[in-house]
């Protein structure tokens, strides 16, 4: 009887060892990772988000038919709103750090963005062009400040 409590207690320590040992692995190979993780810089992750997105909000324009003889413009310029846009948004968050003045940034940069091309393409379609580029700049804005890489303080030179 006595062995068997033993023996029991002798696989419970062991059992406890090993989980110890787990823990203490996973946590060194969650640094390892964070270190050797990938970061971009704001400016790039804007540039890849907005791009991204403006190809998409140039895309949807297949879904409405009367776009269909403009549709290689509505792409181009689609496509050039989000990346202008995009490194605009990266840069802005660059100097500031806090979400919520990126996210108004992102806004204001998408409006006037939108509102440039509404000017060229008419009154008609303010709404079906102003909303997805604050959209656009929103998103952009949120993702460069949470998930982008600033720029290290430099040491002040005398």
């Known amino acids: 009887m006595r062995n068997e409590v033993a023996k029991k207690q002798v696989a419970l320590n062991s ?3 090993n989980s110890a040992a787990l823990k203490e692995s ?3 190979y969650a640094a390892r990772t964070r270190e050797n993780a990938m970061s971009i810089k704001k400016p790039m992750l804007g540039l890849v988000v907005g791009g991204t997105l403006g190809l998409l909000d140039g895309l949807s324009g297949f879904l409405v038919p009367s ?3 403009l549709m290689a413009s509505v792409i181009t310029f689609s496509l050039l709103k989000g990346l202008i846009s995009g ?4 840069y802005v968050s660059q100097l500031v750090h806090s979400m919520l003045v990126g996210i ?4 204001a940069i998408g409006a006037t963005l939108s509102l440039l091309v509404i000017l060229q393409a008419g009154m008609a379609s ?3 062009i102003m909303l997805p580029g604050m959209l656009l700049g929103v998103i952009v804005g949120f993702a460069t400040q949470k998930f982008g890489r600033g720029t290290k ?3 002040a030179l005398r």
């Open 67 to 69: 776009l269909a003889p």
């Open 104 to 107: 108004l940034a992102g806004l």
């Open 87 to 90: 490194i605009a948004i990266g």
């Open 153 to 155: 303080a430099q040491p």
């Open 15 to 17: 059992v406890e060892l």
């Open 26 to 28: 996973a946590l060194r």
């Open 126 to 128: 303010f709404w079906g």
